[in-house]
């Protein structure tokens, strides 16, 4: 019998192909200021926190703004995201994903969403897939941004699954991080150039087995 007891997914480019509505968003918000935001600097931007985020933004087009207009900008960003997520449908969900989410549940291992996102909820209800998690931590819950492991470490004490028991599943480099911080073992999502730091890398969920887990 496999060792893991729980799946911790991160959501943005993990379950569900957000991310590039947050690049697009955080970029729109850069050509505003007179600058851009390439595809490699957004790695940066993957996986922390909308305030965190604008504040490497800012940082790379070498702009100064006070806590007043931030919190504007990042309001501003955050509009033009939630455009994109209310449209959302559930054929945006990645391939594999359902299948997985049924495999982790058929080999009796809990699921939870560890998210730095305070959206998390809204596009999870569009996708329409909030049932298959025993627990959900996203932004709201969790204050510290990844690399800081918190948001792990809650959804393990919210699951009862002691964190060297625990998987997750990552698309950031900071998450990543975060999960090795917090002592769980980390399949990185995406490709190992960026995710290198990961204990696997797999291109997306459908490569993954249940069997990969028997460890
Ligand atoms: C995720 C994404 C980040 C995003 C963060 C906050 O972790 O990977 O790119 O900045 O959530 O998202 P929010 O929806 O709260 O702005
Ligand atoms: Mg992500």
């Known amino acids: 019998m496999s060792n893991v007891k729980a799946c911790i997914f991160d959501l943005d480019g993990v379950i569900v192909d957000t991310a590039k509505y947050h690049y697009l968003a955080w970029k729109r918000l850069a050509n505003e200021m007179g600058f851009d935001l390439t595809e490699e600097q957004n790695e940066q931007l993957k996986g922390i926190s909308r305030m965190a985020s604008l504040d490497i933004l800012l940082g790379i087009g070498n702009q100064v703004f006070d806590k007043k207009e931030k919190v504007e900008l990042a309001d501003r960003k955050n509009t033009w995201y939630r455009e994109c997520i209310i449209k959302m449908k559930p054929d945006e969900i990645f391939p594999g994903v359902i299948d997985f989410l049924n495999q982790v549940k058929a080999a009796g291992m809990k699921s939870a969403i560890g998210s730095a996102s305070k ?3 809204t596009i999870l209800e569009q996708l329409g ?11 709201n819950k969790a204050q ?57 890398v797999v291109a997306g969920l459908h490569e993954m087995k249940i069997e990969m887990l028997d460890f």
């Open 144 to 200: 510290k941004a990844k690399p800081n492991p918190e948001v792990f470490l809650k959804a393990s004490i919210e699951l009862a699954v002691a964190p060297e028991h625990c998987v997750v599943f990552e698309d950031a480099q900071a998450g990543v991080e975060a999960a090795k911080n917090g002592g769980m073992f980390c399949v990185g999502v995406g490709s190992p150039e960026i995710l290198g730091q990961a204990n696997m």
């Open 129 to 139: 897939i909030v049932d298959y998690f025993d627990s959900i931590i996203d932004g």
């Open 119 to 121: 959206n998390a909820m």
